[in-house]
């Protein structure tokens, strides 16, 4: 371990940028996502391209972009199409190597829930902003990747409500709702990473370092597996820590 001081959203972002791979197509919204994307094209992916689900394909932002509609995405970009061409004619038809999705719950097998919280939607204990493009990501990205905290209220061993799928309940249940994409192959947390085994359920793969499998196990609410093989994450660097604070976010708006 270093001796570098790092908050858990940094800790996140960095590691989900690794995932990366250099000339992915990544489906991509603003906030800690973005950040991920952009840090991965500053290293190891400068053949990054990221589509915007308002319609800007290959976008080079000058600053940092407030929302999915900000102008600064235009500027630089590829191609601006409408927004039907772009789930249609990229996401639908296979052209979207990655989805990048969050949300306030993600249960045993990757479901992801962003509408309700309580089991009565028409009168929930908190309504939430809903699905957006969230819920054709990922169904039709050819793989996904979530970032959250690890909290024991964000890891209930079920949804309370299925706003986009992951491997719903379990092996083939995917081919079987008519899903392409193969569905999220890693949860990156503020403890480590989880990543499905073969039937669909999340496992603990990765641990960061300090943290302990106990931790996360605490955090979960169903009894979490833990790999065999369970790896240690490679520490955040500097060189990535100044990307993201002095280049990507100097105001701290998505990293506070």
């Known amino acids: 371990m270093t001796d570098l001081t790092y908050s858990s959203v940094e800790l996140m972002i960095i590691h989900s940028s690794r995932l990366l791979r250099d000339g992915d197509v990544v489906f991509v919204g603003v906030g800690q996502p973005n950040l991920a994307c952009n840090l991965a094209k500053r290293t190891h992916a400068p053949n990054l391209t ?26 630089g970009s590829l191609s601006v199409v409408s927004m039907f ?35 009565d ?24 990747y979530i970032m959250t905290p690890h909290q024991l209220r964000r890891f209930p061993e079920k949804v309370d409500f299925l706003t986009s799928a992951g491997y719903i309940d379990g092996k083939g249940a995917r081919e ?27 496992v603990l793969t990765t641990l960061h ?10 955090n979960t609410g169903w009894d979490l597996k833990v790999s065999k093989d369970l790896k240690i994450s490679s520490d955040v660097t500097q060189i990535e820590l100044d990307i993201l604070r002095n280049e990507l976010d100097p105001s701290g708006i998505y990293l506070k």
């Open 209 to 218: 370092p300090g943290k302990t499998a106990d931790q996360a196990k605490a």
């Open 85 to 119: 061409d772009i789930f249609s004619l990229y996401l639908q038809k296979g052209n979207v190597d990655v989805g990048f999705l969050g949300g306030a719950q993600i249960d045993r097998y990757g479901n992801i829930n962003a509408t309700v919280i309580g089991s």
């Open 176 to 202: 079987k709702a008519g899903l392409r994409g193969a569905g999220p192959v890693c949860v990156v947390t503020d403890l480590g990473m989880l990543e499905p085994d073969e039937n669909g359920e999340l």
């Open 50 to 75: 990221m589509i915007y689900e308002a319609g800007v394909i290959g976008a080079e932002p000058e600053r940092l972009p407030l929302s999915i509609g900000d102008p600064t995405l235009v500027t």
């Open 121 to 144: 939607y028409n009168h929930p204990k908190t309504r939430l902003p809903g699905s957006g493009g969230a819920q054709e990501i990922a169904a039709w990205a050819n793989r996904c």
